[in-house]
């Protein structure tokens, strides 16, 4: 099976790596030299432009958002219109729920499958090959994904038959991270102006009733004072608005999410866009003066 993987970035290079492990030929599309080397360096085929990935049974696009979405696919060197019939599209990026129907119905008018694939594991998950998967299309879909799935995946939640019912629980994952990201940030920020050492409160709150997933995958960026980006800050300003757009949508008040969307903002506007979604904290960091941990050679 050739398969492809449009978007090497963090989870991207992963997942690409993944489907070479399986035993998938696979050729992988990025704009970025780096990260075409990346895969290249790893024994993957890779190229500039999703026309120039040739035939393919399956292809995997996992890029920011919507936009970047419809431009691999139908912009200047999109791929939909070198595909074969039959081929199947999965769309991984978080987007609105609604436009995963739009997405279904412009693939299907070239007589290509479609799955709504929102996934979640971040780059050290996408790495194992152990994503977690929200899908919801036709079974032939799903059939036809079959191996791409199995390569990347640890979980694959089929969530109906629809395209939309999967982005609709991945905005609502993304409330949640959000918001836990920002306690985290608060969290830490509360800890250093008390004069706690970050690094016991990071062990201690690990094992205690206030830890979360975010919190233990998130604190060592905070402790170890490292915001390289695996998911950056301006992510959550994106994908925190598409929940916030949703409460308008249906007239549904998010105070929480709110919150922590100004919080991610806030954090963007400061500089910190590209760095790690931890770098949230910095915004408590020039409110208040607080003292964070800073790998050699940085400066607050």
Known sequence: MRVGVIG??????????SCLAAGLETVGCDINPAARAAFQAAGGEAVGAPDAMGALDAVLVLVVNAAQTDAALFGEGGLAAALPKGAV??????TPPDYPPKLAERLAALGLL????????????????????MASGPAAAFDKAAPLLDAISEKVYRIGDAPGQAAAIKMINQLLAGVHIAAMAEAFALAARAGADLNTVYEVISNAAGGSWMFQNRGPSIVSGDYAPKS?????VKDLGIVLDAGRTFTFPLPLAAAAHQQFLAASAGGHGRENDSAVIKVFQKLTGIALPEQAGDKA
């Open 114 to 133: 479609f799955l709504d694939a929102p996934v979640s594991g971040g780059a050290a998950k996408s790495a194992l090959g152990e994503l977690t998967i």
């Open 232 to 236: 950056a800050v301006d992510i959550f």
């Open 89 to 94: 599209v999965l769309a991984s990026a978080t």
């Open 8 to 17: 090497l970035g963090a989870m991207g290079l992963g997942a690409a790596r």
